[in-house]
């Protein structure tokens, strides 16, 4: 039997009709039962006809046709083709290829080709000679891809047969098949003649001078591969390559789809409208394998810096299908509605948008209370991951592609849908702090800011984070809010507050809480709005101030009642009292400050609210400081009445008593704070040196000699610098006080007139207050009885009062606005009224003995 390496070009011709263009150095075998017992000796050939009803090739192939001349015909036809010129080539070629081919080789494929050509008997897939014949082109294109389920039995029929062969004795088959072929050839070889040897041996001795010609293999077209190879392709992750076999499947599918690609009655058979939808499923399947790899390959290679070969094959396969969608587009059968365009550039994008959703914590990480950490968490982990895109990915996308813009917009994005799901719920004012601060600051400074060092992003195309509408819901919850601590929560801390004043009268406390509690409550809003921006901060403190300057009125009221109720009747509880006062004045401090500090943010909106708030602080320091000061006038006063009397020129214990009462109180009135001790030091002063002046108007001494007016000037100049000395010591800012007194002594002690007119000039610049009255007052204590010295003196004042360089005086510099002046006594002469005082006494002696010095003292005391 002829085993020959090429087929014989005459079957080219004449009977055969058959395509066999595409055989490639194939082992052929005509006339060989399918049936062929390897165990049996190879009978006569009238036992193949019978026995397999024609050959592989050709049935109808004459049967007394000799094997061996055939094999000779068909080597000379092969040398033919090869470009030789007779029998001896074909002759020195076979014998060539005879001698480099393994025997063994020949025979392995020969039992191959057998045991495959028995099992095709039977079944449903054609056989050999079957194939042989003329087929139509659209045939052709159907058989040349194996479908999905194909496959499946192939391979599984492989595995089943591998089974039989090793169970049923194949092996020995084939080796007896071997065998066969192997004796065949050699009667081959046998039966040649001499010039067959001759040839051979010329081929022999020309072999070691010719190099043998090689021949250039010829390119085999690439067999399509079936669904399975294809999807094992994707699940390799040979991406660009599976992508390349699944747009040829999908041009398949469109070619088979057209009414010109395999004519009316085969494209409307229900077996090619299946085979066309199973196509088209399959290549959708395959798309969505793929895109689900290629997805895969985005998420990994974020966070990997080895993925850039796999992200470079994602890359190619969007550039290959955005080639592919133009195309389409461009074609003239493109109907909308189909699976064209795949844009897979914009489900990029998309995948990259779900890789920032799963990579950023969820918005149900954070907690009640706790929105701050949860905000910088998502901070954290955006800064990271984008550099890791700068780092990883940037470098491998096309910079059409403009990667690192798409990757921050889509992180953009998710963060975007995290706030917009923390606002739908109910939202505590601390996190709604947390979050205005971190859309307006900590957002663009430390995410943004950071992301942009090195690769600058278009900012314009993120957009806002939140909604205008949403933000503007967010700051109007913080004004609420706040207009909610002042109205409720500073109200009820007030009631409670008024309360405990009552219930602690016993204990002497000099500070309350009031003054913290509120501003603490009031100051946290303050800050963190101020820390968001500007405007919220002057909004928040808007409504800060006049929430507080409610509040203040009512705390007015409060000390008010609490004043008209304990002032006659605080009893035993008196220094319980004074510290109440004290503790209620030093609350105003703190809320002036604060007031001032809202006040700042926006003045020309605020300044009623200030005047208010102001008003009602400063009415209670000027009440808490009229009471200390009646307090402590009520243990002082009755000093007063015994001073510029004729006992106090040489007793000074009056005055003593009244120095001592003052350190004493202002042990307790020290532990008030500034500035209302200010105040209060000042307003005692002031009405000390007040009470002292009005006592020396009062006239109770008039001076009849210039010793006594030495001694009352000297006097009146000790207790000066006295009370200079304390309330230095007091820390009092009204120093323009202690030069009052000096100034009077002065007027009492000096001699000449004008030296007495330049002393009152001074005193009234001084003390614009001081008029005519007053400085009259003072002649009189000095004796001064003449009416001319008096009146020059007078007109001083007189002058003075009609200039206008005088000025009205404010309430904080007048003195003796305040003091009021007897009805002036005009001066005697001092002979009459010793005359007079003498007769008088000699007359009440005379009848009144019992009475001599009552009627003495009460003479003294005219004097």
């Known amino acids: 039997m002829p085993v020959l390496k090429n087929l014989p070009s005459r079957l080219k011709g004449g009977r055969f009709s058959v395509d066999l263009s595409t055989t490639r150095s194939e082992f052929i075998l005509r006339k060989m039962s399918l049936n062929l017992n390897p165990f049996e000796e190879p009978g006569s050939d009238e036992d193949w006809p019978r026995s397999n009803g024609g050959s592989l090739l050709d049935g109808r192939v004459p049967r007394d046709r000799n094997p061996f001349e055939d094999e000779e015909d068909e080597n000379e036809a092969n040398e033919v083709r090869r470009g ?53 082109p659209m045939q052709r294109k159907k058989k040349g891809r194996r479908s999905s389920e194909g496959s499946l039995l192939r391979m599984a029929g492989k595995c089943k047969d591998r089974m039989e062969s090793l169970t049923n004795g194949d092996l020995c088959s084939e080796t007896d098949a071997d065998s066969t072929s192997r004796r065949l050839s050699f009667m081959k070889m046998v039966g040649k003649g001499k010039i067959k040897r001759e040839s051979m041996q010329d081929h022999s001795s020309q072999g070691p001078e010719e190099e043998p ?36 499947l999908e041009q398949e599918c469109r070619e088979a789809e057209s009414p010109t690609a395999g004519g009316t009655e085969d494209f409307s058979s229900p077996s090619s409208k299946d085979s066309s939808r199973r196509k ?9 394998a793929l895109q689900k790899v290629l997805w895969d390959v985005v998420r990994e290679s974020l966070r990997c810096p080895t993925a850039g070969p796999n992200l470079g094959l994602v890359v190619q396969v969007l550039q290959q299908e955005e080639q592919a969608d133009r195309d389409w587009a461009q074609s003239e059968g493109a109907a909308p509605g189909g699976p064209r365009p795949r844009e897979l550039k914009k489900r990029w994008r998309e995948a990259v948008v779900e890789l920032a959703d ?28 984008l550099g890791a895109a700068r780092r990883n990915v940037v470098s491998v996308y096309p910079v059409e592609y403009d990667s690192f813009q798409v990757y921050t917009q889509s992180y953009h994005q998710a963060v975007t849908r995290c706030l917009q799901a923390i606002t739908n719920g109910d939202l505590q004012i601390t996190d709604i702090y947390s979050l205005l601060d971190w859309l307006y600051n900590i957002y663009n400074r430390d995410v943004l800011g950071t992301v942009t060092i090195t690769t600058p992003i278009n900012l314009s195309q993120l957009g806002p984070l939140l909604p205008a509408e949403t933000v503007e819901k967010l700051e109007l919850d913080c004004l609420n809010s706040v207009r909610g601590k002042v109205t409720n929560e500073l109200s009820q801390v007030l009631e409670e507050e008024e309360k405990r004043w009552l219930d602690t009268l016993n204990v002497e406390e000099y500070q309350l809480p009031l003054a913290r509690t509120v501003i603490q409550r009031l100051q946290e809003d303050l ?18 101030l006049n929430g507080l300057a409610d509040f203040l009125y009512s705390f007015q009221r409060k000390v008010e009642m609490f004043h008209e109720m304990l002032v006659n009747s605080c009893g035993e509880n008196e220094d319980g009292y004074i510290a109440k006062t004290i503790a209620l004045v030093n609350c105003c401090p703190p809320f002036r400050s604060f007031v001032e500090r809202c006040g700042q943010c926006d003045a020309s909106t605020s300044e009623d609210s200030i005047r208010r708030a102001n008003t009602a602080l400063d009415r209670i320091v000027n009440l808490s400081v009229r009471v200390l000061n009646d ?131 001074v005193l009234v610049r001084e003390f614009p207050d001081i008029r005519r009255k007053h400085v009259s007052a003072i002649l009189n204590i000095r004796g001064m009885t003449r009416q001319t010295e008096r009146q020059e ?71």
Not at 235 to 243: G, H, I, M, Q, S
Not at 531 to 542: F, I, P, T, Y
Not at 825 to 852: D, E, I, K, Q, Y
């Open 84 to 136: 030789g010129s007779g029998k001896g080539s074909s002759i020195k070629d076979t014998l060539e290829r005879i001698k480099g081919v393994s025997p063994l080789k020949t025979l392995g494929k020969l039992g191959k080709n057998l045991r495959m050509s028995g099992r095709s008997k039977g079944k449903d897939t054609p056989s050999p000679q079957g194939s042989i014949g003329s087929a139509s």
């Open 213 to 248: 010609v090689e021949e250039v293999p010829e390119v085999k077209p690439r067999e399509p591969l079936s669904v399975l190879e294809i999807l094992q392709l994707v699940t390799k992750r040979d991406l660009f390559l599976a992508d390349t076999h699944i747009l040829e």
């Open 280 to 288: 088209a499923k399959d290549v959708e399947l395959l798309y969505e």
């Open 358 to 385: 799963a990579n950023l914590p969820q918005h149900e990480e954070a907690r009640e209370g706790e929105l701050a950490a949860y905000l910088d968490k998502l901070r954290v982990r955006m800064v990271e991951d």
């Open 527 to 544: 800050e963190r709005s101020a820390a968001v921006n500007r405007d919220l901060g002057s909004r928040v403190a808007q409504c800060s």
């Open 631 to 761: 307090r402590l006038f009520e243990h002082i006063r009755p000093f007063f009445d015994k001073l510029i009397k004729r006992k106090w020129l040489s007793n000074t214990e009056p005055f003593e008593q009244i120095e001592a009462l003052i350190k004493e109180h202002f042990k307790k009135f020290r532990r008030m704070d500034n500035p209302p001790y200010e105040v209060l030091v000042v307003e005692v002063h002031r009405r000390v040196m007040t009470e002292y002046v009005r006592a020396i108007m009062r006239g109770r001494i008039i001076c009849t000699s210039l010793k006594m007016r030495k001694r009352m000037a000297g006097r009146l100049r000790d207790d000066g610098k006295h009370l200079k000395t304390l309330f230095k010591e007091l820390e009092s800012s009204a120093s323009w006080l202690d030069s009052a007194i000096p100034h009077l002594s002065e007027i009492i002690l000096l001699e000449d007139t004008p030296s007495i007119q330049m002393e009152v000039g």
């Open 793 to 863: 003196i007078l007109n001083i004042v007189k002058d003075i009062e009609n200039s206008d360089s005088v000025m009205r005086v404010s309430r904080d510099r007048a003195l003796f606005a305040e003091v009021p002046v007897t009805s002036e006594v005009h001066c005697l002469n001092v002979g009459l009224s010793r005359v007079a005082l003498t007769a008088s006494s000699l007359f009440s002696s005379m009848r009144f003995r019992r009475r001599r010095t009552p009627t003495r003292e009460n003479q003294d005391d005219m004097l």
